[in-house]
């Protein structure tokens, strides 16, 4: 077996948001504030192996991102440790190791994440050229050989974001992260505000990038679609809970959770032969909220599959390769 590079063993992260100015001033009149914990990341554990892509997959507000960033040492996790290498994320202190090249991040949104005035050499020359990765008589061709990579071409060194459209701009903020030589990428709804056309272009872009460079990658989604083409194996996450975690053609065609076969369900599908007819089953019930998850099973009151004991005992992962959290996992191909 390959070795782990990222290790996430029991990572929790609760949110404990500020009490409002109204809400102190009902409290000073004397109605109890109630504190309202968000347990965004709920006691997960899996691993990556080197060169290994992990897809993460779930519905708005489960936890992804909180979890990609705790993994990136941006959040510091409430509970359990993340590491890479055996070395933890954070440093001493719960301060994230701010000299750590070895993780980086590609966000959702890449004009957030480039700043207007910068031109786009310097954007993805300075990190580099700061940990000495690069010296200074280089950088330019260092940049070059990056924009390269990503498909740009290197008087693209000169413009500024505004200059590019979303596609290019997501490949900027690509070939930013991986001028670091990260040993890890956490990629974070990274094609989820391009236009359909361009998605595919950039997954193409990632699927080059794994091929040539042996990228390893925790890759966030709540697209089903999305994550397949990329990974390696994927994780299903709800409500804060890895429930279901295997090798992706494992995953997609046995699936052996029932929010997993829910939400494989609710993507619309062509019917064979037909090039109109589009069935899909939205999943039933409501997303319950984070601030109060219900007891035992967190799905159990959308789940078909649901029986007493559900609604009480938590159900855990198992350690196996495709391991689920059910009580009564579904039969493969069920
Ligand atoms: N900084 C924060 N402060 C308070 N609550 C947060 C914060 N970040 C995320 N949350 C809450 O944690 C939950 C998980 O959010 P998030 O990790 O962004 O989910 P996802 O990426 O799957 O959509 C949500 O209920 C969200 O509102
Ligand atoms: S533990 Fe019960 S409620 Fe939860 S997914 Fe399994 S069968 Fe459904
Ligand atoms: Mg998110």
Redesign the pocket.
Known sequence: MSAMLVDVVSVSKR?T?SVSVGERIAAWLGSPVETRT?H??DDVSFHIRKGEVLGLV????????????VIAGI?PPSAGRATIDGLPVMGEGRKPLKTTTRIQMVFQDPFASLDPRIRIGETIGEGPLAHGLVGKADVHAYVAQWLAAVGLPAEAADRFPHQFSGGQRQRVAIARALAMQPDVLVC??PVASLDVSIQAQIINLFLKLRRELDVTMLF?S?DLGVVRHISDRVAI?YL?RIVELGPTAEIYDRPRHPYTRALLDSVPKLVTGSDELVTFKPIQGELP???SPPPGCHFHLRCPSAQARCRTDAPRLDAAAHSVSCHFPLAAGE
Not at 60 to 69: E, I, P, Q, V, Y
């Open positions: 949110f948001p968000v965004a990341v779930g519905e708005s507000g489960c936890g992804k991102s909180t979890l990609g960033r959040h974070d709804e966030i709540h996450m804060g909220s984070p601030l």
